[in-house]
Nanobody, 125 residues
Framework: QVQLVQSGGGSVQAGASLRLSCTPT????????MGWFRQAPGKEREFVAA???????????DYADSVKGRSTISRDGPLNTVYLQMNSLNAADTAVYYC???????????????WGPGTQVTVAS
């Protein structure tokens, strides 16, 4: 079994930055697709960003239009921690953010097997 441990959420003012993290535990994967999703109150879950790697090589990254240009998804460290750096936050970014992983996934539209518990991001003006 795999668990995804999330951290980095919180309450910030508009224009601030946050860095969310997601670390897989329980198993080690050399190849993974990982994605970030968010769900705001009364709305469906939406895609934010994704990254895929094989060994030490990052093969693919993708971003939703709503965060493109101000967000960066990356992988670092011996535990393959995946980060979502979000800058210039605004009220529309307020949501619960979830990370997800799929060992056999290729692109953002993959059916993700593993999901993190979510972390709240609240942006106040």
């Amino acid at each position: 079994q795999v668990q995804l441990v999330q951290s980095g959420g919180g309450s910030v003012q508009a224009g601030a930055s946050l860095r969310l993290s997601c670390t897989p535990t329980g198993r080690t994967f050399s190849n993974l697709l990982m994605g970030w999703f968010r769900q705001a109150p009364g709305k469906e879950r939406e895609f934010v960003a994704a990254i895929r790697w094989a060994g030490s090589t990052t093969e693919y990254t993708d971003y939703a239009d709503s965060v493109k240009g101000r967000s960066t998804i990356s992988r670092d460290g011996p535990l393959n921690t995946v980060y979502l750096q979000m800058n210039s936050l605004n009220a529309a970014d307020t949501a619960v953010y979830y990370c997800a992983a799929e060992p056999a996934g290729f692109y953002r539209t993959a059916r993700y097997t593993y999901w993190g518990p979510g972390t709240q991001v609240t942006v106040a003006s």
